[in-house]
């Protein structure tokens, strides 16, 4: 076959091939025999290793391919991905359904989409032309990990858009949910277990495992589906409302929920709820509540969004499955961050498909008032179909029942005098703790922290257990030639993490703060504090008082703060880690200074500086930096690509500065 003819022939058999992939894997109703298809896939095949030239990314044959990556980047969304509001009674469904009547300028226009709440793992599409650029999960809501290789493996995710019944946006970005459907994950479970492997415990496990797998080729052996249900972002889409948004998610060919319903009242809501809820063991895949949309996109732009949820969307669960079981034994627990929780060892009962043999008793406040003890027989649920907690016990008249639980005087883990904080129990020894020691070297190296990559889960649990590292200062003492002796170490990678913590010992403040793993401290504060005080002395040197006064402390963190550096064992630690490491002072805020009082959000590429140091030069004048666009906003700096922000500043009437507007405004201030 001559070069023209393969040019016809390869489109005519992806063509084919894309067809009888939607009949297959969207609509499940195959016209071919595996036999037929596998001949069509092998043709295609055979062409594209004649003419590699012709080979596209979007061809059938590059589902799978390339090497296991060492990571997954880290990657923007093109809108925020918010979680829903959530709850289990009528009360507080009719509660938000009165709220959104009344945030709409006509109640006439409001209606309903219900649909499933499919219990899998959130994941954003990303097409330009119609074809697959990125696919990334949900991770904090403004960024996620970029899974792309892997989303390409999931058949029902389509690679090129179909476009036969309606025009496909330039750039678009879907939501959709990565599940395993429950026939799925049991055949999957037994092919496991005649391997001699561990099984997962369920569907929405297996799901997020399979998925975040580092070689795509082992994400394309799972059973993985994606349900698209919500557009985040699009250059031109001309919908109207939630259920015409299905249908065009529908025609472009994605995998779309047969089960949703459009309904006019908090009725019709209770209705479609507890017709789901008695057919939930039926179902296909598993769900843990239904989703109530308001339909009219234009309406929902008039509610807008809290931080955390859109106003117009709320998530109703089941009431959570409740089984029996008797305690067999209580233990003290201690977490990453000294937090000594009570915990039962219960005899194994199976809540929902997922059998429970231990559950949290919060603390010993909460282990008084339930005054649960060995032998107890007890009620257990899990809260939210995933946390287990023993709701109370169950009296037995005719039995004797043992001594109540007590608290140890001193930590389980390391023999430290245990301390108490209101109601919960908490070991000091931040940083020499063994059972902390694993969780916060993990959490010291995480993307949110000092970012050392290779220090993962796996790695902290080794350098531990072996005793390389008996407090946290040690990792600043490691060498390579004391890693290569541990498992899963080799010459390369060993010196890539010595060198990857070398990297990070001169971290930016705001990053030190945040790696410390102090109670109550996060990201967003710990950048209020670099930028407040400007050096560590200064915020190890605060009181309570001063404290107080920086943007997102209150009165209870600022004791936590006090508390942590005025610790002997903390302190002990710090003057360690801080003789190994030059921790960068960071540039205060400028107090009253002229930007103070200002919201800006950036989006886009800058070319004179990078988006980072455009939101220090922005901060340092005392304004404040958010990721998401609200009618609070000052100004959004739109620099190249700006995405969907800019699209909603523009709705809103918000001053958006180009690149060099925004840089003649930090002139005009004196910047």
């Not at 390409?152 to 476009?163: A, G, K, N």
Request: with cysteine; glycine share 8%.
């Amino acid at each position: 076959m001559n070069r023209q003819s393969a040019v016809a022939r390869i489109e005519a058999l992806r063509e084919q091939i894309r067809r009888h992939d939607h009949l297959y894997y969207v609509l499940d109703s195959p016209e071919l025999s595996d036999a037929e298809y596998d001949a069509l896939f092998r043709e295609l095949q055979i062409q594209e290793d004649i003419f590699p030239d012709l080979r596209t990314p979007d061809s059938p044959t590059q589902r799978v391919g390339g090497e296991p990556l060492s990571s997954f980047p880290s990657v923007p969304h093109e809108a925020p991905m918010l979680s829903l509001d959530s709850d289990q009674t009528e009360e507080a469904l009719r509660r938000f359904t009165d709220r959104v009547e009344r945030g709409v300028d006509n109640p006439s226009r409001v209606a309903w989409v219900v649909e499933p709440k499919l219990d899998g793992l959130s994941i954003e599409l990303l097409y330009e032309s119609g074809l697959l650029i990125r696919a990334s999960t949900r991770g904090d809501g403004v960024r996620g990990e970029g899974i792309t290789e892997n989303a390409r493996t999931i058949r029902s995710i389509p690679l090129r858009l179909r476009d036969e019944a309606r025009p496909v946006p330039a750039r678009l970005a879907v939501r959709g949910e990565v599940i395993i459907r429950v026939d799925a994950f049991d055949a999957l479970n037994e092919r496991l277990i005649s391997e001699e492997r561990p099984p997962f415990a369920n569907p929405r496990n297996a799901a997020a495992g399979s998925l975040r797998q580092l070689d795509p080729r082992i994400t394309a052996s799972r059973p993985l589906e994606v349900y698209a249900y919500d557009v985040l972002a699009s250059s031109g889409l001309d919908v109207a409302t939630q259920w015409e948004t299905l249908a065009a998610l529908r025609d472009w060919g994605f995998l779309v929920n047969e089960y949703p319903e459009r309904v006019a009242d908090a009725e019709g809501i209770l209705a479609y709820h507890e017709r789901l809820h008695t057919q939930r063991d039926e179902l296909p895949f598993e769900i843990d509540g239904i989703v109530i949309k308001l339909d009219d996109l234009t309406a929902r732009e008039e509610l807008g969004f809290t931080s955390r949820h859109p106003r117009w969307a709320f998530a109703f669960k089941f009431p959570p499955q409740v089984e029996q079981t008797r305690i067999e034994r209580i233990l003290a627990s201690v977490g990453r961050t000294g937090v000594v929780t009570p915990v039962a060892i219960m005899e194994p009962v199976n809540i929902g498909g997922v059998t429970v043999t231990r559950a949290s008793l919060h603390n010993r406040e909460e282990l008084a008032r339930k005054d649960v003890r060995p032998g107890d027989l007890v009620r257990v649920q899990r809260a939210g179909d995933v946390i287990p907690q023993v709701l109370g016990r169950i009296e037995e008249p005719d039995r004797e029942r043992g001594p109540a639980f007590r608290m140890p005087a001193t930590c389980p883990s390391c023999d430290t005098e245990l301390v108490e904080r209101g109601p919960f129990t908490v070991c000091p020894n931040s940083f020499a703790c063994r059972a902390q020691l694993k969780g916060r070297i993990q959490y010291f190296g995480s993307r949110g922290a000092l970012d050392i990559e290779g220090l993962g889960e796996e790695t902290a649990r080794l350098l531990v257990d072996e005793g390389l590292v008996e407090r946290l200062p040690d990792l600043l003492d490691l060498t390579a030639e004391q890693l290569v002796e541990l498992e899963g170490f080799a010459e390369i990678s060993a010196g890539n993490l010595v060198a990857a913590i070398e990297a990070a010992s001169k971290p930016e403040l705001y990053r030190f703060v945040a790696a410390l793993g102090i109670p109550e401290v996060g990201g967003a504060v710990s950048r209020s504090l670099a930028r407040h005080f400007g050096t560590l002395d200064a915020i190890i040197g605060a009181d309570e008082d001063a404290l107080t006064d920086v943007e997102g402390v209150g009165p209870i963190m600022a004791a936590r703060i006090v508390a942590f550096f005025a610790e002997p064992h903390n302190a002990e630690n710090m003057a360690r880690l801080t003789e190994r490491m030059q921790v960068q002072a960071a540039e205060a805020a400028l107090v009253g200074g002229a930007l103070e009082g200002k919201t800006f959000v950036f989006t886009g590429g800058m070319e004179s500086m990078s988006r980072s140091d455009a939101k220090k030069r922005a901060e340092a004048l005392g304004a404040k930096v958010t990721g998401s666009v609200s009618k609070k906003t000052d100004y959004v700096v739109a620099g190249a690509d700006p995405g969907s922000k800019l699209d909603k500043a523009n709705k809103l009437g918000v001053t958006v500065l180009d690149e060099a507007g925004f840089l003649a405004l930090l002139e005009e201030v004196g910047e």
